[in-house]
């Protein structure tokens, strides 16, 4: 897996808005091939360093501070896919799940952190295709893939970041079984959340609830990743 590097200084973002995650990374990416292809020839080199400096400055360029923007922008995605999620399952009558208790999600360094967020976006998506192929309800499917939509965003950041591929299942996503899933988040939850109930994913009427329970325990886990690290990670300290 490449690492990301974070360099002491780079240009500063001058958009505001939305950030075009997709371009950040883009630059990572290109940066690390333009690096990798420079000639040995001097008159060469500088002439392709222009070019590459040239096309390089079309895309969002990020240092640290930056990365953080990014970062603190699918934190506060991931708390209000939280919000969504529970007030949709209050619209069923039901009572959400209360935020359980998670471990091991305290990561020492970023490089740290986008390998298990990547590992956990991979997850969600795939968690999110199922419960579609589950939803008994089409107007909870079609809310539930408003948020499946921002997930697949972030999980191409993530990727980028991490290798050079958008995808790490080619041209075509595909959901997961609820045992792939919970055996990839049992690490990260405590002893008593693992002995509680788990949602069954089956198609019925009065399923429905149960599968946004079951994502909503996986935003739970999400946000906590998220509100644990990108604070202290990010700290000027």
Do not use: W
Not at 85 to 105: K, M, V, W, Y
């Amino acid at each position: 897996m490449r690492k990301v590097l974070l360099p002491a200084s780079c240009m500063k973002l001058a958009s505001t808005g939305r950030r075009q995650v997709v371009s950040a990374a883009i630059f990572t990416s290109l940066g690390f091939l333009a690096s990798c292809n420079r000639s040995t020839d001097n008159s060469v080199e500088k002439k392709e360093l222009s070019s590459d400096q040239h096309e390089l400055q079309q895309f969002p360029i990020h240092d640290k501070s930056d990365l953080q923007l990014l970062f603190t922008e699918i934190m506060n995605d991931e708390n209000l896919h939280i919000t969504f999620l529970r007030s949709l399952i209050q619209s069923t009558g039901n009572s959400p799940l209360e935020r359980p208790a998670f471990q091991h999600l305290k990561q020492p360094t970023i490089n740290d952190l986008i390998s298990i967020a990547l590992k956990l976006k991979e997850i969600n998506v795939g968690a999110y295709l199922l419960c579609l192929s589950r939803a008994h309800s089409s107007d909870i499917g079609n809310k539930v893939a408003t948020i499946l939509g921002l997930e697949a965003r972030h999980a191409s950041f993530l990727n980028l970041l991490s290798t050079t591929a958008l995808s790490t299942q080619g041209a075509f996503e595909h959901p997961l079984t609820a045992s792939d899933i919970f055996k990839g988040v049992t690490p990260f939850l405590s002893t008593l959340t693992r002995r509680s109930r788990i949602p069954v994913l089956t198609v019925a009427p009065d399923n429905d609830k149960d599968l946004l329970q079951f994502l909503l325990l996986l935003e739970y886990l999400s946000s906590e990743l998220y509100n644990l690290n990108v604070p202290d990670l990010f700290s000027p300290n």
